[in-house]
């Protein structure tokens, strides 16, 4: 397979990432297929997909024929055997390993051989969910940042097994979905998040012994380090479920205490407050 020959790109999970995945793909000209478990969150995802092709389209950065032929371009799914359409399929469900476990077998029995199955997983080793198909040479991580229709990188893993042929093609992909991949290999974390999450967790850290407010610790890295935002607000865009989940695989992988996660982190987590996504994280967001 060349690049001109992926015509359809599936997406399963229609959450932020999802969402915006499917929205770069419809936006770089491919047909999409967009699933999830339920009709109201495919709906969802299409809705934030419509809200962001609006403010583009306010701000006269695409026309009203473009966003009608964007939005026309994605189709909405809540069968997995429909992604046996897809060219490539990006999975960006829960960072749950069950969970990718299940859908990449099921995806691996339902699409043509030619499909490279891509996971967005943020800390899953891509071996192990490739494990689970029987083409783990068409298995690799297409990591994705969260706003992703404005995050420039993309973060390319690739697998032990995972062929030179798929990574070209998923480097490329990369490129026409208009961002900048990175070469990551499969250790936990990838480069992004072994960086990222301790940080991250420090500034929890920091939150938990008293070092400081929320405030001064996000306004110290926003205008000492000209972060555009500070550690907590980032952990609350991202979600403290997911960065928990991060640094329990940093933890699990290396098996070193430098990744132990901070319990007020997990204290959050375990009262649902998992940030943007309930409104309240180690911020309000009424
Ligand atoms: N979806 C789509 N577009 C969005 C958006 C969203 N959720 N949020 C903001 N934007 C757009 C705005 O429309 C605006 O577009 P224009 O420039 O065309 O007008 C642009 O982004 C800037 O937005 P704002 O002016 O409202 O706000 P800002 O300048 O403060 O930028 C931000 C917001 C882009 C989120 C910025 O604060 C930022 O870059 N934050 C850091 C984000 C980050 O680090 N992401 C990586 C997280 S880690 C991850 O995702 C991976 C993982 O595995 C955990």
């Known amino acids: 397979m060349e690049i001109k020959d992926i015509k359809t790109i599936g997406v399963v999970g229609s959450g932020q990432m999802g969402s915006g995945i499917a929205q770069v793909s419809a936006a770089a000209g491919f047909r999409v297929i967009m699933n999830d478990i339920g009709e109201h969150l495919v709906k969802k995802g299409l809705g934030v997909i419509e809200k962001n092709l609006g403010r583009q389209l306010e701000k006269g950065s695409i026309s009203r024929q473009e966003f009608d032929t964007i939005l026309g371009r994605i189709a909405l799914s809540t069968n997995l055997p429909d992604m046996k359409e897809a060219d490539v399929v990006i999975e960006a469900a829960t960072e749950d390993q069950v969970m990718k476990f299940r859908i990449f077998s099921e995806l691996d029995s339902v699409c043509p051989e030619h499909t490279i199955l891509a996971s967005n997983t943020s800390s899953i080793p891509i071996g192990r969910i490739a494990a689970q198909t029987k083409r783990p040479g068409k298995v690799i991580g297409m990591h994705f940042m969260n706003p992703v229709p404005v995050m420039k990188l993309c973060e390319i893993i690739r697998g032990l097994a995972t062929t030179e042929e798929t990574f070209r093609l998923t480097w490329d992909l990369a490129g026409v979905l208009g961002k900048t991949p990175a070469e990551a290999n499969d250790y936990p974390g990838f480069i992004s998040n072994r960086i990222l ?6 500034a929890v850290y920091c939150l938990y012994h008293g070092v400081g407010t929320r405030e001064s610790i996000d306004t110290v890295m926003k205008l000492g380090m000209n972060h555009p935002m500070g550690p907590l607000a980032l952990a609350d865009l991202i979600g403290l479920d997911t960065c928990l989940a ?9 098996c070193d205490s430098k990744y132990r996660p901070c319990p007020l982190l997990r204290r959050y987590v375990e009262a649902g407050w998992l940030g943007r996504k309930t409104k309240k994280g180690f911020y309000d967001y009424d």
């Open 197 to 202: 999450m301790p940080m991250i967790n420090e």
């Open 246 to 254: 991060i640094m329990e695989t940093l933890y699990q992988g290396f």
